[in-house]
Every structure is written in C-alpha cells, then in structure tokens.
C-alpha cells in the first residue's frame, strides 16, 4: 500500500491510529461532549479499528448497544492482529461508492490507474469518501468533494505528512468528475451471485473463499438489466393500484432549511429505482422535496392523484383535493424517475420474481428474486413455492392429448360439486374465474379461455395418476404432489425455476433440457475447473420407437440421429431427452399463441404484435398469486407477483394484469432482433374442417365451419358432448379398466 494512500486516510479517519489500542478515548470523549451540548451525534467516535469491526462482523444501524458491541470487538481485534493487518483489512474492504470495494478498485474507477500513479489530490478525494460515499462523491457533488479532499490535504499538512507546498498545490487542482466504470460490475445480478457463492462452497467447501475462483455465468447482461427493470415497474405499478400508505417517516428540522432535509434523505436505507427525499414544503396545489444531494424535486396535485388512501388490498379512500392531504413537511418519501421527471412513490409491499431461459440450450439469461437484495435477500425465484394455478394447464392438456382427446374434443363447462373431494372432506364446487359457464366446449377454447370446469373434467377423465406421470419429465417437482383433481387448477406448489424449465419443452419442440447457470469456472491461474456442457438435440429424423423402448414411458418420440450419422440413444450424456412429441408439442404451442393472441393474456399479444409468441397466465385462489409463463423464439420466461406472507393481491389482480406486464417488458427488449420464426406444423399434424359447436369433421367448405389440427397418430375422433360420442377406443392404456364416467361430458 502506497504510504501516500495510508497517510491520506489516516488524516481523514483516525490520526492517532497507531497510538490507540484499538479504541480512541479522546475522541469518544469529544464524540460524548458534543452529544451533550448538541443533542446530535457527532462525528470522531470510531476508529479505523472500530470501523473494521463493523464492516465485518456487525450492521450500520445508529443504536447504542451496536456502538458497545463495536467498541468490544475493536479491542479483541487489537489483541489479535497488528496494527498493518488491521489497515490491510480496512483499506481492502471500506466502501468508496460505485461498487468500490477497497481502495484499488476506487482508484481503478475514479481515475482509471493503480494505487502508486494517485497524486495527492487524488489520494485525498478517495480518503475523503469512507464518511459519505454519495455526499462527497466527485462524479456527483464535485463542490461538496472538493471541500472534503482539501481538509484532508489540510490535515495532512498539519500532521507533517505531506508538505504546505504540496498540499497548496493539490488543492488548487480541478476535481476529476469522470467514472471509469469498466472495472466495475456490468450488470447487478446479487441473487444469481449469491446462487455462484451458494454453488461454489457446495463444490469447494469453506477454501472457495481464498481460492481466488473466477465465475463466468450464462447471464445476458442486456436482459438482466431489463428483466430488473421489468419487475421493479410491476411492482411499482400494482403498488400505485392499491392507493398510499402514507409517508415511510418523518424528521423534525428548521422550517426551510433545505441542507437538513438532504441530510435526512441521506441518512435513509437506499433501494433500487427509488431515491429517498423528503418534504421540505407543502401546499395546496404543489410540495416540493429535497434529496440526498440536495435536489429539489416539485410534485403537484396532478401527479398525486393516484396517491388515495389506502383502506386494504379491494379498498381506496377518495381522491386528494390538495397536496397536503397526502404530504406535509418532515416527511420521508420515495421518487420514482420517469418521462417526465421524477414521481412520488412508496416502497412496494408486494413481491415478485423473474426468470428467463435459452429454451434451446437451458441457459439461464435473467434472473430477478425480489424487488431489491438489500430489502430481502430470498429468491423467490429458487426459494418461493407457490401455486402456479392454470399455469399448470399446459401440462394438463399434453396429457389429455396422448390420451385421445384433441383439440375439437368438446366438453362440459357446466357446474359440478364433488361430494368431499376437499381437503377438509368437504364438498368441492370448482368454478371458473367469472363464476360464470360457458356450455360445452372444445379444448382448444377451454385453455384459451382458462376454464377450470372444463379443466377438472379433464383431469377426471384421464386420471391424476396419469397426468403427474406425464408431468414429471418436464422436471416438474411431481414427487410433492398428490393425485387429486384439485391438480386440474394448480393447487400444488413449485417455484418460478421450476415452471419456467418445464414451459422449455412446449418452447423447443418437446425436449427436456436441464437448466444451468454457470458456464465456466477458473483458479486464480486461469486454469478451467468447470466447463458447462449443454444439451443438444438430435433432431435430423424422428422415429417412433417400439412401445417401452423410450427412456420416459409408452410411445414416446425419441432422438434418432447425431449429425454424425450415429443414432441417437436416450440418456447418453450432452442429448436432451425428448419427452413428448413434436405432434404434442405444435398443439399445445397452438393454444398456448391464441391465449396471448385472443385469450387471457390478449394484452401481451397486442403489445409485442407478432404471431410465434405464445404462453399461459396464472391466477391462484383470492388472487394470491399471479403468474404468466411463456415464450418466444428462443426465449422461455416466467413472472410472478404476490405477497410473502400469502395475503391477496387484490380483486381482479389476476395474472393477466399483474404479471404479464412484466414479462411483456421483458421480451420486447429479449425478442426485438429475433426474426419471426415460421410457424411450420410437423409432419404429423394434419388440418381438418370442424362444426365449431359439437367438433365433428364436417366436410371442406360446409358453412360455419372452421380448421383445427390434429395429430394423426391418433384417431381424428373427437369427445363430444354426448356419451355415444366417447371414443374408448383412442383412450391411452395408461388409464387402465377405469370406466370415463358419462356425467362427466
């Protein structure tokens, strides 16, 4: 360490370091007297030692008790190390802002060079950011950084550190206000860096702390940008739905006195896309706030009224006639940056998650698990189980589509109770989410649609059993899971990983591919660890293997040939298993276009205006969770929103409302130079002429009728209305000797 560098912040934190044993009396004595006379907490009570302690063993909060347990572990730590390894540790963990952490990366990204290249004045303006890294930052407040570096280099002069010439000079210097930001992170993804530190002590144990690993991810550092973006205006935009909750605290200080208000703004918990201000003025038509560099910020009546009191999650007070209804002076807010400049707004109280994938290789792209780390480090997106809802449809109707349904098969919307089918033997009334019926209908609208009764009736017809073995080589966590009807609408849970992995296989064409996260890790020597081997399909021709020869059941559709020529087996290591056939996947990836072109998630269609998108929303019971899972060419990704705690979104917060903006965000930026990919049937779909009432083939040209797809590996028969209409002989062996009741149609 430069001696320069070391003098510069023993000047600027605690002078008499090398005299103290770890704690400086007389500066807690001045820190004490200035408590007294004053009645605020002044500046001089922690030594660098003590700083030490912090950073690395306790929180930031202001609180008496934390300064004594500070004051404790200062005086062990004395004992243990030398005065150098306690300045080693200081200088190499201290925080200087912009993602600095340590003194060569400050030097790196404020003036772009190495430790023993910093001039004086330079030295002095790093030293200068430990007390306030945002207050006397020189890219941000160059008058504030300025005042501070040449009290450094003042005080360094006085301690004969560093001659009057010399000081004179530095301070006559301009301050420097360019970042260098290329040896800062390219993207914040703190959720997938806890995933890389959470995998690499799995794999290493505690020495892959001091092996020096170097960790590439998959991630694209475009599309966790925007997924971060994506899910922090969902949850901004749901918050505003729901009304004001009032101001997150208040301050007392001098009426008018703008350098105390910045102050307290400076003083708050900082949280992505929402910086903390408070409200220097209030009157009738407009308020104006102050940040924590001391900006000011005007918010008039217009802006604020969304801003109507919050009575609960289905409930608002009346819309504010004046601005001091919903602010008054003192009070801490949060301002959002918009269009138009910044807007008032309050931390969310919902949470969501994010999650993206290669849907042809597995790798993950974006990955968001909450609205912001610092607020709660859970990821939601590995961590959270949740109901999907009719998000779990998909995988539903797959099933029925082996099973001798197609997706001209009509069936009964009507109501049913099933006598104890709950889970406190009660009786169980499924109905749809309008509460209304829709008659009979054919598959392909029921999904589109979302209709549970339909839905139930289906899961019913084939069986539970049936439909979680179909569902688990989708990597769907089916082991959890009970053979229930209540399987038909989601009851059971998964995280978002886990749906957004099995939706892969709708997305590529009926391959299971494993997801990952880490491409390559490397020693300090550059030496590779691990390289990460994806999947990859062998999709050159296609044979339907003998029954019972596929890796994952009867009549599956397997692999045949490597580029190489050499045939394609199940299970060989680097070949992504198929688990349905492309037949199976084409039409559910049929209906799953409509819902987004004409269904429950219509909004997504209209926003991204092309035709190979397609995907599922999902609303669970009381809009307690809201999902939407789906796809574009090359990229599969699910979004969730809902409260930690299970409480209800809201009335009519559905998945449709609440999650699918997200994921709209997210793929016009992940699609917008991605050419639209041919919508191209498999050999094994055929169209045919439908009477869209009952189904029926009618022939080519009959008036009213419409085209479906059909798989012709089954019989083009269709499930109608009628029990004379049931076609037994297409029903899948899976379901044995069980008789399809006739009530059910």
Known sequence: MPELVEKAFLAAEDDRFYQHPGVDLQGLFRAGWELLRTGHKGQGGSTITMQVARNFFLSSEKTYSRKFREILLAVKIERELTKRQILELYLNKIYLGNRAYGVAAAASIYYNKPLDALTPAEAAMLAGLPKAPSKFNPAVNPERAKIRRDYILGRMSELGWLADAQAKAAQLEPVQTTLFLGAAAEVSAPYVAEMVRSRMVEQFGEAAYEMGLRVYTTLDPE?????S??????????DRRHGWRGAEGRVEFPAGDAEAAAGHARAQRPV??????????AGARQATVVDGQGRRHVLDLESLQWAR???GEDAMGPRPKSVTEVLSPGDIVRLRQGEKGYTLAQLPQAAGAFVAFDSASGALLALEGGYDFVLSKFNRVIQAQRQPGSSFKPFLYSAALENGFTLASVISDDPRVYEKAAANEEDWRPQNYEGKSYGPTRLHEALVRS???????????????????HAKPFGLPVGQWQPTLSLALGSYALT?????????VFANGGYRVEPYFIQRVEDVGGHVLFEAMPQHFCDNELALLPKGAGQLGEGIVSPTTLPSGQRCQPGVLGQAPRVISPENAWLVQVMLRDVVKRGTAASAGRALKRPDV?????TTNDQRDAWFSGYGPGVVATAWVGFDDYRPLGRMETGGKAAVPMWVDFMQVALKDRPVQELKPPPGIITASIDPGTGQIVPSGTPGAINEYFDVRYPQVTTAVMPEYLPSQAVSEAIGDRQVVEELF
């Open 223 to 227: 599309l966790q940008r925007t997924a």
């Open 229 to 238: 973006l994506a899910l922090r205006n969902a949850l901004l935009d749901y």
């Open 272 to 281: 992505e896309g929402l910086i903390a201000a408070v409200v220097l003025e």
């Open 309 to 311: 009191p919050y009575l």
């Open 451 to 469: 209709q549970n009764l339909v839905s139930v009736r289906l899961m019913e017809a084939i069986t539970p059993e049936v439909a979680l073995r």
């Open 496 to 504: 978002p990983w886990e749906l957004a992995s099995a939706y892969m």
């Open 614 to 618: 397609g995907g599922k929303t999902g």
